[in-house]
């Protein structure tokens, strides 16, 4: 299996602008997450799926981000408009069930000028 | 107070040395608790999991959990300087959200 897929890599915008950050997961996973890691604050949990459901957004830090999960195959998390304290590596993982082990992608690393 | 706590480091020691990576929590009700490596630019990886009081080994990594003082810990023995790394510990309460810590740099000197 390829393993969890992001993309961008690296993704270099200016603030006001719109940024769509990809992910596919491993084939056969029900659960993926979307977390943004920085260094004051860590590796926090944006917003997790379940069968392409929302099950909890709790983290998404305002209403200038969202996230969509089409299919099992595929999700984004946008940011609209985008804010310099957005620049963040923003990292999605899949799992097999709630309690099994998270895979996680190469992450996307983001920076809003 | 954060809900998962760690020191931030860096933890330096030498090469074959034990390396002790320490971590709390503040959820009584949390299950579920795990070690992350973390090389430098690359994505968390899953190093160990461990569920009840007590250690748990797997080759030179062993966890051990004390529920009663909400603390969990990662032992390396003879440390390598490929463990040079962050290390997160996470924790996760029932079907809740898996929460992490910041993190514990460790460096390990040849």
């Known amino acids: 299996d390829a393993g969890v897929i992001q993309s961008p890599r690296h993704e270099v915008t200016e603030m006001g602008q719109e940024v769509t950050l990809r992910c596919k997961p491993i084939?056969?996973?029900?659960?993926l997450f979307w977390y943004r890691q920085t260094m004051m604050r860590g590796l926090e949990l944006l917003i997790y799926f379940n069968n392409n459901v929302p099950i909890d957004d709790s983290g998404m830090p305002e209403d200038r981000f969202s996230a969509k999960m089409p299919n099992a195959s595929f999700s984004t998390l946008k940011i609209q408009p985008s804010e310099p304290r957005d620049s963040a590596v923003y990292f999605c993982?899949?799992?097999?069930?709630?309690?099994?082990?998270?895979?996680f992608g190469p992450g996307t690393r983001l920076l809003v000028l | 107070q954060k809900e998962v706590e760690q020191n931030s480091g860096p933890l330096s020691v030498p090469e074959g040395a034990i390396a002790s990576l320490n971590c709390t929590y503040s959820d009584r009700g949390s299950q579920s608790f795990f070690w992350y490596r973390q090389y430098s630019g690359k994505s968390p990886e899953l190093i160990m999991s461990i569920y009840s009081n007590g250690d748990k080994e797997d080759g030179r990594f062993t966890a051990q959990l004390n529920k009663a003082s909400q603390y969990v810990s990662l032992l390396i023995r003879d440390s390598q300087p490929s463990d040079s790394a962050t290390y997160l510990c996470?924790?996760?309460?029932?079907?809740?959200?898996?929460?992490f810590g910041t993190g514990t740099r460790l460096l390990v000197s040849p």
């Open positions: 084939s056969g996973h029900d659960y």
């Open positions: 996470a924790v996760k309460a029932g079907f809740q959200k898996l929460v």
């Open positions: 993982a899949s799992s097999f069930g709630i309690q099994e082990t998270q895979y």
